[in-house]
């Protein structure tokens, strides 16, 4: 199970060992659990996979994660902005 860390019962933060095949990825961090009816404190619900784990990231890394993400649409923003700003000069140079 390559790019998977599996969690042993008592380290499943998730479900804290009540389901097997607990496993977290090395790529993204999250950790993917069947227990459908846990509610952990530190983690936010992400959704589902295909195959019916329930995706949770840690909320530290979901604040970071936005953070990163408000940054990067603000970055774009500010390029279309200067694009369209040389644009309309162009138009009125013409």
């Known amino acids: 199970m390559s790019g ?3 969690f042993r019962r008592g380290e499943r933060p998730i479900c804290l060992g009540a389901r097997i095949g607990c496993r977290q990825s090395n790529d ?3 950790i993917f ?3 459908t009816r846990a509610n952990p404190t530190g ?3 992400r959704g589902e996979d295909v195959w019916g784990f329930g995706l949770w990231q840690s909320t530290e890394d979901a604040v970071a994660f ?3 993400v408000k940054q990067e ?3 774009r923003q500010q390029e279309f902005l200067i694009h369209q700003q040389r644009r309309k000069q ?3 140079a013409q």
């Open 4 to 6: 998977f860390t599996l």
């Open 28 to 30: 993204t961090g999250l």
């Open 33 to 35: 659990c069947r227990n």
């Open 43 to 45: 983690y936010v619900y």
């Open 66 to 68: 936005s953070g990163q």
């Open 73 to 75: 649409r603000e970055r």
């Open 90 to 92: 162009q138009q009125i």
